[in-house]
T-cell receptor, first 114, second 114 residues
Framework: AQTVTQSQPEMSVQEAETVTLSCTYD???????LFWYKQPPSRQMILVIR??????QNATENRFSVNFQKAAKSFSLKISDSQLGDTAMYFC???????????FGPGTRLSVLP | DAGVTQSPTHLIKTRGQQVTLRCSPK?????VSWYQQALGQGPQFIFQ???????QRGNFPDRFSGHQFPNYSSELNVNALLLGDSALYLC?????????????FGPGTRLTVL
């Protein structure tokens, strides 16, 4: 069974600064997907970024980038130039290609301070 | 194009009652997954429906059941409600094809069991 751990229940960052959220996972699979989802107070889960395990290059999406360390089973999210709208719960998630269902971590509550 | 919609938004029930939650997938999507998100936790996979059949199931008791209609919409039914069933119930839809299929989440239904 796969597990996802997020060791930072809460974090805060000043507007325009950079913050890194941590995620580790455990699996015996060799091919899988990793995700970061954002859940603002509106409750809607929004995909931030996706990484395919067989790709060595770290994914980036505008201000969001990941540091994927497959051997260490680590998948951290870096948010650059933090904005007030980035305030939300952030969930790290895992999916095997044939499984089609997510395994989510417990989440990190991020507050961006003005 | 409407995204994933869920109804109702909020629901209050008492212990022992039964509840039905509804989900309409994003246009063009044929697969619906349901997740339970307890307060302060990450979503947990309940089950997934494809072609009107339950394709995959998480670790939830038989009190949780579902249905998918020919128009791909779906219902989640919970019988004999317990206090511990209080949670945000999220629906996610996708289009099944080979490889990775992005899932889009609805805004959720907040269920409170008294």
């Amino acid at each position: 069974a796969q597990t996802v751990t997020q060791s930072q229940p809460e974090m805060s960052v000043q507007e325009a600064e950079t913050v890194t959220l941590s995620c580790t996972y455990d699996t015996s699979e060799s091919n899988y997907y990793l995700f970061w989802y954002k859940q603002p107070p509106s409750r809607q889960m929004i995909l931030v970024i996706r990484q395919e395990a067989y790709k060595q290059q770290n994914a980036t999406e505008n201000r969001f980038s990941v540091n994927f360390q497959k051997a260490a089973k680590s998948f951290s999210l870096k948010i650059s130039d933090s904005q007030l709208g980035d305030t939300a719960m952030y969930f790290c998630a895992f999916m095997v290609p044939y499984g089609q269902n997510f395994v989510f971590g417990p989440g990190t509550r991020l507050s961006v301070l003005p | 194009d409407a995204g994933v919609t869920q109804s109702p938004t909020h629901l209050i029930k008492t212990r022992g009652q039964q509840v039905t939650l509804r989900c309409s997938p994003k246009s063009g999507h044929d697969t619906v997954s349901w997740y339970q998100q307890a307060l302060g936790q990450g979503p947990q996979f309940i089950f997934q429906y494809y072609e009107e059949e339950e394709r995959q199931r998480g670790n939830f008791p038989d009190r949780f059941s579902g249905h998918q209609f020919p128009n791909y919409s779906s219902e989640l039914n919970v019988n004999a409600l317990l206090l511990g069933d209080s949670a945000l119930y999220l629906c996610a839809s996708s289009r099944t094809s080979g490889g990775y299929n992005e899932q889009f989440f609805g805004p959720g239904t907040r269920l409170t069991v008294l």
